[in-house]
């Protein structure tokens, strides 16, 4: 009877033994892998509110396809995107951009986009975004930054916040005109010793706008210090230089929103 009861207790513990670890295994697939949460980057987008090409009578604004380029290249890849503006609204648009000469793809995917036209038509103002809510700053171009964004305080305060905070500052063709005021801590130019792009004098020559602009970018990256670089005119053109990534003309945005991309990653 001994030896009976004895096997009838090691049957026991082996059939509970062998139900537990089968628990644990159903456990073990039933219980969801936790998923590595990646928060996606915030890329602040400040635009022109300048309207006017000096006192031509000329409208002027930014140029779309310096927007929409780095807008959608951004986008697609899982950035989140906020829009702002000096006087927020609806930023004034280079009717010159929207001549069919001067689209491409992302410039058409932007005219049918009613989500991207909505989101421009209600930028903030610059007065209402803050440094610490984004990751990144973009300045696209167009001749409008030349008269509003180089002398704006808020933009200029912001950029140099972004800069402080070791976070990217990228502008491409005209809108390199927004490091005009900007100042490191010690009080020199922001771009003093930094290598930096921008449209050239020579492109400025070529669309006759040399004697109406309130400055040249080339000559007042140069005058500020910038080492100034480009290529042949009308070419793909970015350079970074730590925190600073600019572009040299409307053909430069998505190389410019390539270099913040891998900044950003």
Avoid at 18 to 27: D, R, Y
Avoid at 40 to 57: I, N, Q, R, W, Y
Wanted: glycine residues 6%; hydrophobic residues 35%.
């Amino acid at each position: 009877m001994n030896k009976i009861a004895i096997a009838l207790l090691v049957i026991t513990f082996a059939s509970c033994a062998k139900n537990k670890e089968a628990k644990e295994k159903v456990t073990e697939q039933v219980q969801p892998k936790k998923e590595e949460v990646t928060q996606s980057k915030k890329v602040l987008f400040v635009l022109t509110s300048h309207a006017e090409l000096g006192d031509t009578g000329v409208k002027t604004g930014f140029w779309v396809e310096e927007f929409a380029t780095p807008y959608y290249f951004l986008k697609d890849k899982g950035f989140e995107i906020t829009l702002a503006s000096p006087k927020g609204g609806q930023p004034p648009i280079d009717p010159k951009s929207e001549l069919p000469d001067f689209q491409t793809e992302s410039t058409k995917r932007f005219n049918n986009d009613k989500e991207a036209k909505d989101q421009l038509a209600n930028t903030l103002k610059l007065t209402e975004v803050r440094q610490s809510n984004f990751d990144a700053i973009f300045y696209p171009g167009g001749h409008g930054p030349l008269w509003d964004l180089s002398e704006d305080q808020n933009s200029i305060s912001l950029i140099e916040e972004f800069y402080k905070n070791n976070k990217p500052v990228a502008a491409v063709c005209h809108a390199p005109a927004v490091f005009k005021n900007t100042k490191n801590e010690d009080g020199t130019s922001l771009v003093k010793g930094k290598k930096v792009t921008g449209f050239t004098n020579g492109e400025e020559a070529a669309v006759a706008l040399t004697e109406v602009v309130p400055f040249l970018v080339e000559d007042m990256l140069k005058e500020n210090g910038g080492i100034y670089s480009k290529a042949a005119d009308w070419n793909p053109y970015a350079v970074e230089d730590g925190l600073l990534i600019t572009g040299q003309n409307p053909a430069s945005a998505e190389l410019v929103a390539d270099l913040l991309v891998k900044k950003l990653q």
